[in-house]
């Protein structure tokens, strides 16, 4: 492996050391949800890791998502991770962001977050317990320690972000983003 | 202690500068640490504070489509420096302070002020919602607990008669503490403090269950960093202020290590005790109750000096 300069090995270190998160439901039944805020309450006690949850993605270093992404929810799900200043990172929580877990196969389901946003983590379990959670995080840091590499991604769904409409006035007109976008695009089924 | 440092030294690396800094981090890790005591976990790691801020800095900047650009990069930056400036009027580590004027009171409030009003300008100026939210509740609150705090912080200078920081610490340092002889100024400039520094029960301009992170929701990066460390900054002086008015001046490090430590404990447990406040509360609270036993007290205080 390279050697590193001292200024990237500090900003790993401090990388390491203070992941801030934000969380997405994208469609679960919420039972991942309870379990990741049960994570955060004092008894299993995140601040140890420097880990706090972020209400904006302006400030989040690490994409906490649960839930099989439906239709409904993509885009918001790919808006946040935009939105996420680099460097950043995605951990899937639960059966359902692996692969659909028991809305596998349902008509308004995506399943594998893996296809629309790169995925760094994943943490299996329906749900998973707190201390799971724990594990797929420190996980995460720790291969974040060793590589500074950029991940390139590439999804074979192509989604395009509707531009939010800053001035309506001023361009005289309100535009009604399309936020309904057919299902075909998303759904391939194997036939 | 004298503090005849040259003044290159005395504003970048110590008192000032550097120092400062890293004592604002230190501070907002014991905070951090008591509380998780408090509620019976083990809490964050002493360079906790360290690595969010360097953390911050390395990170990409965001500048959101609708801002004015030159604001938005310009303003973490004016905020930081004037709550450092203030640095140099108190005598901070216990240190007499390496500068020092009549009225230099004033000015130290005024650039408390300016990093606040830097807060809400910032929030204005994003187009977000609830940045813009964050910005009102700011400048509000800001309003309502000046006054009191202010007020609170007149009756030792009043007592000592100057307006001069250095000479009230003197002062404190040969009297009776001002905490016993004037109790109610205490608690008010104490919980002042604590609206000065967004700390819970005053913490609605940013309430992250209601409006994501207030002011603060759009910026990433290194702004996020640079009022992060200014919110630090101003933790320490205001800290070093009251124990300088109030707990019987700050004469060398140990006794400033003393008397700061035991205060931020205070200042620790009151605001895991309270719970959030609603913004007209605070107001309400502040004009209702605050301003006017300030103002008995500095009444009192005046009269008892006329009288003897
Ligand atoms: S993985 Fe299980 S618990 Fe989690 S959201 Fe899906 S169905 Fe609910």
């Known amino acids: 492996m390279q050697r590193r300069s001292i200024l990237d090995q500090l900003k790993s270190w401090a990388r390491v050391n203070s992941p801030w998160a934000i969380h997405y439901n994208s469609g679960g039944c919420n039972g991942c949800d309870i379990e990741l805020l049960a994570t955060t309450t004092p008894r299993y006690d995140l601040e140890r890791f420097g880990i706090k949850l972020q209400g904006s993605p302006r400030h989040a270093d690490i994409l906490l998502a649960t839930g099989p992404a439906t239709l409904q929810s993509i885009e918001p799900l790919r808006r946040i991770y935009t939105q996420m200043p680099d460097p950043k990172y995605v951990v899937a929580i639960g059966s359902c962001a692996l692969s659909g877990g028991v809305f596998h196969g349902c008509y308004n389901v995506l399943g594998d977050l893996s296809r629309i946003l790169p995925v760094d983590a994943y943490i299996p379990g329906c749900p998973p317990r707190p201390e799971a959670i724990i594990y797929g995080i420190v996980a995460l840091l720790n291969s974040v320690r060793n590589s500074d590499q950029k991940i390139t991604f590439t999804s074979d769904i192509e989604l395009d972000i509707a531009e939010p409409v800053l001035f309506p006035r001023e361009r005289g007109e309100i535009t009604q983003p399309n936020r309904q976008p057919h299902a075909d695009r998303y759904l391939r089924r194997e036939s | ?308």
């Open chain 2, 1 to 308: 202690m004298k503090n005849d440092l040259p003044a290159m030294f005395a504003i970048l690396i110590f008192p000032g500068g550097l120092s400062l800094l890293l004592g604002g981090l230190m501070f907002e890790w014991i905070d951090r640490k008591f509380v998780a005591r408090l509620q019976n976990r083990k809490g964050p790691k002493w360079y906790q504070p360290l690595a969010d801020v360097i953390k911050s800095f390395s990170k990409e900047e965001i500048v959101p489509a609708g801002v004015n650009a030159g604001l938005f990069i310009g303003l973490p930056i004016v905020g930081v420096t004037t709550a450092l400036v203030t640095g140099l009027y108190v005598p901070l580590f216990g240190f007499a302070p390496s500068h020092s004027f009549a009225g230099d009171l004033i000015v130290v409030l005024y650039f408390l002020s300016v990093l606040t009003l830097t807060l809400g300008v910032a929030g204005a100026n994003t187009m977000d919602h609830f940045s813009l939210i964050g910005a009102t509740r700011t400048l509000t609150q800001l309003f309502s607990y000046e006054a009191p705090f202010m007020l609170a912080l007149l009756g030792p200078a009043i007592v000592a008669q100057s307006w001069q920081i250095n000479e009230i610490n003197v002062y404190a340092q040969n009297h009776t503490w001002f905490l016993f002889s004037q109790p109610i100024g205490f608690i008010i400039a104490l919980i002042g403090l604590m609206g000065k520094l967004e700390l819970p029960p005053f913490d609605a301009p940013e309430a992250e269950t209601e409006i994501v992170s207030g002011a603060l929701t759009e910026y990433s990066g290194r702004g996020l960093g640079l009022f992060h460390l200014g919110q630090d900054v101003e933790f320490i002086i205001g800290i070093t202020l009251i124990t300088t008015f109030y707990l019987g001046g700050l004469a060398n490090p140990l006794e400033f290590i003393l008397k700061s430590l035991g205060l931020l404990l205070v200042l620790t447990a009151l605001q895991t005790l309270a719970a959030r406040l609603r913004i007209d509360q605070t107001v309400g609270l502040w004009w209702r109750i605050g301003a006017l036993l300030a103002l008995i007290q500095l009444i009192i205080s005046i009269a008892i000096r006329k009288l003897i």
